[in-house]
């Protein structure tokens, strides 16, 4: 009885601590199900054989967790062992026996986990990013930075080759493989975020476009998508915090909510998803301004950085002067002749003009835009 009610207990714990992400892997199967079958181009929506190794790779992942608690079961069982032994030699050395033998089958398990998983990263992954098999996000999230397994998305172009973007050469960085001039395929939790069709509508209400060609409509879906994944209490890491289903700073919403709500805004305000309609309404007057201002433009890709860059006066948007016209006799353009604007300090991915100093691991480098936006034009195109 008491290693069966030991058992319940652990596999509570397993419950608990160890679930599998739900942006990440609510099914082992990366693919076919019904919630990925709109829109009818999702990547994911048919099986190809690149999700059998998804798979068998989240597999692995997940019963290595499982073979800790494992472990742990036999440890504290032998524990107990020892405990209600009383002294007896034989009783004590068989659990003794026990404990060793849990160590050991972990560490085979630890090790043939590292092994296999740096095996398929041998397959999968290119010499710019390794895939972080140890991260179940990387195991679904296939063009996500750090994540290269499977194919890439579609695109115009830009993706960093041998050092290349598009006209400007420089020092591969570790965010060279991300193609910033062109749609990114990735999860856009279509499900999740339609379940808020009806207070994005009202909200955005008589306003259809954020500008001309743009719709407010399907380009607030493609920023929750990216922003929160239809998760109304959703907190980022960042000091202060963005909160909510379009990830807003306090500040932020209360710098655009004339019009829009007359509430007091505070953390637990945009954390309710009771305020839905009030906070899309929010959202989209941030987006016209970005798009209104002479810095982002009215262009999905560069509206997006904007609202992930921190707004325009962040400089996200704003002329590179390493890539662009600042940059002396490198003067070039990340995207060649795929995207009508000179190029923006969010698309460049070096901090000098001679293109040598790769600003991927320096604070502000806005190397998480670059992932960012293009994601977030793929969104875009599929709501």
């Known amino acids: 009885m008491r290693p069966f009610l030991i058992g319940l207990i652990l596999l509570g714990v397993l419950i608990t601590v160890v679930p599998l992400p739900a942006t990440a892997a609510f099914s082992l199967v990366p693919c076919g199900r019904s919630d990925q079958q709109t829109p ?41 062992g ?33 092994l296999i998983n740096l095996l398929i990263n041998l397959i999968f992954a290119n010499s710019s990013s390794q895939r972080n098999w140890w991260n179940i996000d990387c195991l679904f999230s296939f063009n996500q930075t750090g994540c290269p397994l ?45 379940n808020w069709n009806a207070q994005i509508v009202a909200g955005v ?16 879906k493609a920023i929750m998508a990216r922003e929160s994944g239809g998760v109304a209490n959703a907190v980022s890491s960042s000091n202060p915090p963005s909160l909510g289903l379009f990830q807003l700073k306090v500040t932020t919403a209360q710098a655009h909510q004339a019009g829009c709500t007359t509430a007091n805004i505070d953390q637990a305000w945009l954390l309710n998803g009771a305020n839905a309609t009030a906070q899309a309404c929010i959202a989209a007057s941030y987006l016209r301004e970005l798009a209104s201002s002479s810095i982002c433009g009215c262009d999905v890709r560069q509206i997006a950085a904007g609202y992930n860059g921190g707004g325009a006066g962040t400089g996200a948007c704003e002329v590179s002067t390493n890539c662009g016209p600042s940059a002396g006799a490198n003067q070039c353009s990340i995207c060649g002749t795929a995207q009508n604007h000179v190029t923006k300090r969010w698309e460049c991915p070096w901090d000098d003009n001679a293109h040598t100093m790769c600003n991927a691991d320096r604070a502000g480098n806005f190397s998480e835009t670059r992932g960012y936006a293009p994601k977030v034009e793929y969104c875009y195109s599929n709501f």
């Open 40 to 80: 009818p181009n999702n990547p994911d929506a048919q099986c190809t054989l690149r999700h059998l190794f998804v798979t068998i790779t989240r597999t692995i992942n997940y019963l290595v967790s499982m073979a800790a608690l494992v472990a742990i079961f036999y440890i504290v069982n032998a524990g107990f």
């Open 82 to 114: 020892m405990i209600f032994a009383m002294g007896n030699p034989e009783q004590i050395q068989k659990h003794k026996e026990a404990v060793r033998d849990a160590v050991v089958g972990l560490g085979i398990v630890a090790i043939s986990f590292v």
């Open 150 to 194: 499977g194919v890439a998305g579609p695109g115009t172009g830009g993706g960093n080759q041998g050092g290349q973007f598009g006209t400007c050469q420089g020092t591969s960085c570790s965010d060279s493989a991300i193609n910033i001039c062109g749609p990114q395929a990735n999860n856009c939790s279509v499900s999740s975020v339609n």
């Open 205 to 220: 209400g008589t306003g259809a476009q954020i500008c001309s060609g743009v719709d407010a409509v399907k380009m607030l």
